[in-house]
């Protein structure tokens, strides 16, 4: 039995604002991580899909190229090419998956077509031995699940949100505040300035939507109303303990869900968190005390890997085609995409697509 050869994958991210080209290698390095975070949106207040579409079609290919130059590899050195093919603004995603399959025509490399909450899902074992299976709390701008990653292509959901996502109560209610976008950094930076935590939770009392109810699913929209009315009366001096009371109740209201997924799930190992909201240092702290109650492992990849990225693409690509999972040169591209397909879809309100 000789070492298996290192497989180096170029991974490619256009699913929504970010555009972004990796390179990642079979033996967990990560050789370019490139990510161009559109700003041509800030005048619109939200990203305006045709505006993502048309600038990551402007930055693709010179991306690639940079990526390409910084691993210091060419074209021919790529044992695969990773794309993200969904789910999410599908102009964007078309961009991504059409630059993927061009270089892999041209120059005979396998192609993976990565669901872009797999590639979220897998970034813990990319940072970090992670074994299957384990338990993830996905929380982004655009979902909030909880699901058991059996492996590579096997996901069980056991919860998600039957409203808003958990990244965008962050986005909306900075927005409201005048904190700017992405609301959820600007929200917890304006936390941190809070200096009596025990009178700003007195103070500023939110709902706790499904708290201490049985199941695993989220509510946030009450929480967004709820913040909307208190403000009105708010005083710019008391941006800062509203910030902190906002993200204590987001932060409890996470654990409460993942609480009865681990009684549900009823299995040791380890707790992932993973998605931009996984960035939040209140949310990972408030995670990791609640693993180490119930004797899990606890597992949060690097902040800079919680957000949009193309190494998780990359990565997930290298899982796959360590699996086998090759993709036919002419696969779709998905809108939506859930990664349990036999989850039941209907309450799900909306994706951030
Ligand atoms: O995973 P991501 O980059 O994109 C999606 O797939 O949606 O997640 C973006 C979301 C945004 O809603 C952003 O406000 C939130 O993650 N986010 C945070 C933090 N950093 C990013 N929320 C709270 N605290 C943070 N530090
Ligand atoms: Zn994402």
Request: hydrophobic share 45%; proline share 5%.
């Amino acid at each position: 039995m000789g070492m298996t050869k290192s497989l180096t994958v170029l991974g490619i991210e256009t699913s929504c604002d970010e555009t972004a080209v990796a390179i990642v290698t079979s033996d967990k390095r990560i050789l370019a991580n490139l990510v161009l975070s559109q700003t041509e949106h800030e005048a619109f207040g939200g990203v305006v899909p045709e505006v993502a579409a048309r600038a990551h079609l402007n930055h693709i290919d010179t991306m690639v190229a940079e990526a390409l130059k910084q691993a210091g590899v060419g074209f021919a050195d790529l044992g695969g090419i990773a794309v993200t093919a969904g789910p999410g603004l599908i102009g964007g995603v078309l961009v991504g998956v059409m630059t993927a399959k061009a270089i892999a025509a041209v120059h005979g490399t396998p192609l993976v077509g990565v669901n872009h909450l797999e590639g979220h899902a897998l970034t813990a074992r990319l940072t970090d031995e992670v074994a299957f299976p384990y338990l993830l709390l996905l929380v982004s701008g655009g979902h909030c699940q909880i699901l058991v990653v059996e492996g590579v292509g096997k996901y069980k959901r056991l919860g998600t949100t039957i409203d808003d996502a958990v990244g965008e109560a962050f986005d909306k209610t900075a927005k409201l505040l005048g904190l700017g976008y992405p609301g959820g950094p600007a929200l917890e930076r304006m936390a941190a300035n809070c200096k009596d935590p025990a009178g700003a939770v007195k103070k500023f009392t939110f709902p706790l939507p499904l708290v201490g109810k049985p199941g695993c699913d989220f509510s946030f929209s009450g929480l967004k109303t709820a913040a909307r009315r208190m403000m009105d009366a708010l005083e710019e001096d008391d941006k800062p303990d509203f910030c902190f009371a906002f993200q204590e109740t987001i932060a409890r209201i996470l654990a409460d869900r993942v609480k009865n997924a681990i009684a549900q799930y009823g299995n040791a190992g380890t707790l992932v968190v993973a998605g931009g909201v996984g960035a939040n240092k209140r949310v990972r702290t408030e995670l990791e005390t609640l693993a180490a109650k119930n004797g899990l492992g606890f597992m949060a990849p690097p902040i800079k890997l919680c957000t949009d990225n193309a190494a998780m693409i990359a990565w997930a690509g290298v899982e796959r085609l360590q699996a086998g999972l090759i993709d036919a040169p002419d696969f779709p591209v998905h809108a939506r995409w859930p990664l349990d397909p036999l989850a039941p879809v209907a309450s799900i309100k909306s994706q951030k697509i």
